[in-house]
């Protein structure tokens, strides 16, 4: 199972981005999928989750900007982000709560990441 990352680039403040998540393999079912970001010197923070279902999470300082969507026939997720701030600079990385059919029980699968560079 793979999980690939894919849209990061450098946009100017105010602009948009859309990152896509792909997983692929063996997949039996995913559960929880998320998107999180690191940027330099700093922790790894969860910007938006989504369940299978649909319900979704958002960090604090990307709520009303970021949405988050996932295509469960296709193991997809997206991230469109909107309005975009010089401190949203980071490297952006998806997680699935992933059951792989050799496995029959949930493992946690993250993406490579792709930069995100918000600067004029």
């Known amino acids: 199972v793979q999980l690939q990352a894919s849209g990061g680039g450098l946009v100017e403040p105010g602009g948009s981005l859309r990152l896509s998540c792909a997983a692929s393999?063996?997949?039996?079912?995913?559960?929880?999928m998320g998107w999180y970001r690191q940027a330099p010197g700093k922790q790894r923070e969860l910007v938006a989750s989504?369940?299978?279902?649909?319900?979704?999470k958002y960090g604090d300082s990307v709520k009303g900007r970021f949405t988050i969507s996932r295509d469960n026939a296709k193991n997809t997720m997206s991230l469109q982000m909107n309005r975009l701030k010089p401190e949203d600079t980071a490297v952006y990385y998806c997680?699935?709560?992933?059951?792989?059919?050799?496995?029959?029980?949930?493992?946690?699968?993250w993406g490579q990441g792709t930069q995100v560079t918000v600067s004029s």
């Open positions: 393999g063996s997949i039996l079912s995913i559960n929880d």
């Open positions: 997680n699935a709560g992933v059951i792989p059919i050799r496995l029959g029980y949930e493992y946690d699968y």
């Open positions: 989504i369940t299978r279902g649909g319900r979704t």
